[in-house]
């Protein structure tokens, strides 16, 4: 049996799915990343989760065409390298592409950043299939983002388009992680909305989550939209400007890229509507008069399985260009 494999690496997790020559999923795994144990450590537990899947499944290396990877941060694409990871300290300027192809026999491997084979697989078969371009917004703890157009993932000169979350939105506001002031990611992140939500409470603001004896360190934004959810006045007020600010990265999205379609994907997006309808109206109200009735928003389709499902179609494509 011929198969491909793809491979998302986060800062918790390394998922490996295993793919039919036709992109169908056989099988997949999960373990632990163990960042803290350093470069060479996380490549053999990335070699060691394949094995596993591939054995599982009768499968040898000589039976894996391809392999493709998404990892966290800058990629250089032609080198192969990881120029920093930001929540994997120590890497910079590290060999994932060549480490990974040495313990893997020489197979074929391609690196990746990991939002841009999330925003290639919801356009090739998740919620884009079909359009001619689209812009993915990654939230969580933080706001990434990946660009498709006509087809071909969108890394820009240096590799590093689509970094949505470090958009200005207030000159000058708020302090981001990156270091700069102002930015998406400080505003409309998982992170963004816990903040605003704990400085409303240390000025008095009443909330239903301050009342059932929560401490302020321990709310978390699923605490915040559900609580709005059930009628809390403060949190729907967070979440609404949370979605305001969301609305404004959509529209910068709009005036530059144009794309068919704006895909929200992450953890942030498990409150569904309550957080997609006011992105949406609000976008609306924003967008110039042609994307306004043109550009859709959307919901992923492919979730937590975006990763290895786009790293998989990478692999395809590596496989595909140098069979040719």
């Not at 800058?74 to 920093?84: E, F, S, T």
């Not at 009443?206 to 609580?227: M, R, W």
């Not at 999205?253 to 509507?273: F, R, S």
């Not at 992923?300 to 790293?311: P, S, V």
Request: with cysteine; glycine share 14%; net charge negative.
């Amino acid at each position: 049996m011929d198969a491909y494999v793809g491979i998302d690496l986060g800062g918790t997790n390394i998922k490996v799915g295993l793919f039919t020559p036709k992109m169908a999923l056989i099988d997949q795994d999960s373990s632990h990343t163990e960042v803290e144990r350093g470069f060479d450590h996380v490549m053999e537990q990335i070699a060691a989760a394949v094995r596993a899947v591939c054995d599982r499944n009768g499968l040898s290396a000589a039976g894996v065409r391809a392999v493709g990877i998404g990892c966290p941060g800058p990629i250089d694409v032609a080198r192969g390298l990881v120029v920093v990871a930001p929540n994997f300290p120590g890497w910079r300027d590290l060999p994932v592409r060549d480490t990974l192809r040495g313990k893997f026999g020489g197979v074929p491997t391609v690196l990746e950043n990991d939002a841009n084979v999330a925003a290639y697989a919801e356009f090739r078969v998740g919620a884009g299939r079909g359009a001619g371009s689209l812009v993915m917004i990654t939230l969580g703890t933080g706001i990434g983002g990946g660009i498709v157009i006509d087809g071909h993932v969108h890394r820009g000169a240096t590799d590093t388009a689509g970094e949505l979350g470090h958009v200005t939105v207030e000159v000058g506001g708020r302090q981001c992680g990156c270091g700069r002031r102002g930015c998406l990611e400080a505003y409309a992140s998982a992170t963004g909305t816990v903040a605003r939500f704990r400085e409303a409470l240390g000025q008095g603001r009443a909330s239903s989550l301050a009342v059932s004896g929560a401490a302020p360190d321990d709310i978390t934004a699923k605490d915040i939209f559900d609580a709005a959810a059930a009628g809390d006045a403060l949190a729907a007020e967070i979440v609404d400007v949370t979605a305001r600010y969301l609305a404004v990265g959509c529209d910068v999205i709009v005036n530059l890229i144009d794309p068919d379609v704006i895909v929200l994907t992450g953890g942030m997006v498990a409150a569904g509507e309550l957080l997609m309808g006011p992105v949406e109206r609000y976008a609306r109200e924003l967008f110039f008069p042609r994307p306004k009735t043109h550009t859709r928003l959307a919901l992923t389709e492919l979730g937590g399985d975006a990763g290895i499902i786009g790293a998989g179609l990478c692999a395809q494509d590596l496989f595909e260009t140098s069979a040719s």
